[in-house]
């Protein structure tokens, strides 16, 4: 008896056995593929060319896929037949990476593909490799934050060139971790590959500007924190303006260098090119006075461009001492109304003036009669621009085309009929209205002077014949005459009987 269960026992340890060496042939383990992958002579050809089948075991080691076993991507591979596998189904990254399209936007058309198949741009191996994929996250990997510039640049050789001059390029070099590389830009939807209308493509522009020079305060470089939205440019893209300018159109994309870069876009000498992009008649308006003719020669102490309507705010306040104001004997709210505490700030700089050999505003108006008056009225583009009403002119004339003598301004049809008037006139229709500003008009009026005894008779004039035609009006309906009935022939002669 004892003898029959022996035998029973070991039948059975044969089955198990036989079945765990059958088992063995359906699933490939990763020795048994790397004892013949592992030779370097190993090739097969395909559509006409010899290929190597090698796989070495100390790279596939490192590879964060070594303790994967090779059928699971290689699907229905038979290690016992050769070749495998008839018909080779190409490996599908996706099947277990299925966040890919999301996380790679930068490659708009992956989702299209399988992974490895399609053109190089949807095609993970080309970028991560066969049986060589490291992390991203591991510094040797090509892909990590610090390589990615050159690796990118392989295909991408220009934008290479181009990120390897700029800012960002310096601070990777650094390892510093808020230095923007290709894949954090580039993860989010901002090439036109993404297919959205422009609008929205520069509000993903501008968002992924601002998600670190004004969202990360801890980076070194959210040193001003810029209130684009506000900004004229900013509130135009906010209305659907898709010509309104965000940070790329004047930082440019790929090589970004701070403004003291002689190459960098921003660089004052250049700021005039660079809003010349859109604004061309004010930008050749600029470079043919004496403002720009200095900037386009190199002068860093001429004013651009930033220098009165800011950078990112679009519209800052110059400072001026309280003293200088004073000492010229000017309101400062004129100053601000009239855009004049820029001409000021500069005009009144003793050392700048000396440099280029100019008479600082004081001195050079001395000549002036009644010169706090003059400033109460008159702009300094009045007399020093060839500016056409009502914009303001960007064309700074030189000193001997400028206004110096009393009749060109107080005499018929002089140029402040045509200058000053016409601005104080809008002024004052933008202040009171467009009938209001026409009848309380503050506009300065050649040979004459406007006081508020005049303007005060004129009004009562101009109420009383109000008042006159009303009540001449009222008269004239209450003293109408009545009208006499109509009488027909038949009631005349009952009226006669």
């Not at 013949?36 to 089948?53: Q, R, Y």
């Not at 390029?169 to 590389?181: D, G, H, L, R």
């Not at 830009?185 to 670190?212: A, F, Y």
């Not at 709210?333 to 003793?350: A, E, P, Q």
Request: with cysteine.
């Amino acid at each position: 008896m004892k003898r029959i269960y022996l035998i029973l026992f070991l039948l059975m340890l044969t089955l198990s056995f036989n079945n765990s060496l059958s088992q063995g042939k359906k699933v490939a383990d990763n020795s048994h593929c790397l004892s013949c992958h592992d030779d370097p002579t190993i090739t097969m050809t395909k559509n006409g060319k010899e290929i190597s089948l090698e796989v070495k075991k100390h790279i596939y080691s490192k590879s964060v896929h070594s303790l994967l076993k090779c059928e699971k991507c290689h699907i229905g591979f038979n290690p016992d037949e050769i070749p495998h596998k008839e018909n080779i189904t190409l490996i599908n990254c996706l099947s277990c990476h299925s966040n890919a399209p999301q996380t790679h936007k930068f490659h708009p058309t992956m989702n299209k593909a399988n992974g490895t198949g399609g053109t190089e741009d949807v095609n993970c191996k080309n970028c991560h490799g066969y049986h060589d994929v490291q992390s991203p996250k591991s510094p040797s990997s090509p892909l990590h934050f610090t390589n990615s510039t050159n690796f990118c640049g392989k295909c991408h050789k220009k934008e290479r060139e181009d990120h390897i001059k700029s800012q960002h390029f310096v601070e990777i070099n650094k390892n510093n971790p808020n230095a923007p590389t290709c894949i954090f830009c580039h993860q989010k939807p901002i090439t036109s590959g993404n297919r959205l209308e422009l609008v929205q493509l520069k509000l993903n522009q501008e968002e992924l500007c601002l998600s670190c020079h004004i969202n990360q305060q801890g980076n070194q470089f959210a040193k001003a924190l810029i209130d684009y939205d506000k900004s004229v440019h900013g509130a135009a893209l906010r209305r659907g303006n898709q010509f309104a300018a965000i940070c790329i159109d004047c930082h440019g994309s790929h090589n970004l260098q701070k403004v003291t870069s002689p190459t960098s876009n921003i660089n004052p000498t250049k700021v005039s090119d660079v809003c010349g992009k859109c604004h061309v008649a004010i930008t050749q308006e600029y470079h043919s006075s004496v403002h720009g003719t200095e900037l386009l020669k190199g002068n860093p102490d001429v004013p651009g461009c930033t220098y009165c309507h800011g950078e990112h705010s679009i519209g800052p306040m110059a400072i001026v001492e309280e003293r200088i104001i004073q000492r010229n004997r000017m309101n400062f709210n004129t100053l601000v109304s009239n855009k004049m505490v820029f001409c000021v700030r500069c005009h009144t700089n003793d050392t700048l003036m000396s440099k280029y050999k100019l008479s600082t505003l004081d001195k050079a108006h001395d000549w002036l009669p009644n010169l706090q008056v003059h400033w109460e009225t008159v702009r300094c583009v009045d007399c020093h621009s060839s500016y056409e009403p009502p914009n303001l002119s960007h064309n700074i004339l030189p000193r001997d085309a400028t206004v110096k003598k009393c009749e060109e301004c107080h005499s018929k049809n002089s140029i402040l009929m045509t200058k000053l008037y016409k601005h104080e006139k809008a002024r004052s229709r933008e202040k009171y209205g467009f009938i209001n500003g026409t009848i309380l008009s503050d506009a300065y009026v050649i040979g004459t002077t406007r006081n508020v005894y005049l303007d005060f008779f004129s009004i009562v004039i101009f109420g009383i014949v109000i008042v006159f035609l009303l009540i001449h009006i009222f008269l004239r309906w209450y003293f109408r005459p009545s009208k006499v009935p109509v009488v027909s022939q038949e009631q005349k002669q009952e009226g006669e009987e």
